[in-house]
């Protein structure tokens, strides 16, 4: 039902910057929960951000809050992460995910899911 496609990631220096960017297919985005996750070689996935579908409510892991800012356009289908002073433990691959039911950080309940994108941090 739901296509995603993440892009934007590349390699910066510590204490970058970076946005992605994740455009959804569809005509029913603003009814989604979207969010972010990263996963990093030999790590499990994290929760990063996620942002209801008229995005009046955002959560953010404490890790990243402060320096991220999730976003979204609907009228464009797209939402965006705006990465801020990035460090080297911000390398991952970052996920987009979309969920259709409830607002929530657990992956588990997300329903669909982005291919990803390489965010590399160098110090």
């Known amino acids: 039902q739901v296509q995603l496609v993440e892009s934007g990631g590349g390699l910066v220096q510590a204490g970058g910057s970076l946005r992605l960017s994740c455009a959804a297919s569809?005509?029913?985005?603003?009814?989604?929960?979207m969010g972010w996750f990263r996963q990093a070689p030999g790590k499990e996935r994290e929760f990063v951000a996620a942002?209801?579908?008229?995005?009046?409510?955002?959560r953010y892991d404490d890790s990243v809050k402060g320096r991220f800012t999730i976003s979204r356009d609907n009228a464009k289908n797209t939402v965006y992460l705006q990465m801020n002073i990035l460090k080297p433990d911000d390398t991952a691959v970052y996920l987009c995910a979309a969920e259709s039911v409830v607002f929530t950080t657990d992956p588990k309940k997300y329903d669909y899911w982005g291919q990803g994108t390489q965010v590399t941090v160098s110090s």
């Open positions: 569809g005509r029913t985005f603003s009814s989604y929960t």
């Open positions: 942002i209801s579908g008229g995005g009046r409510r955002t």
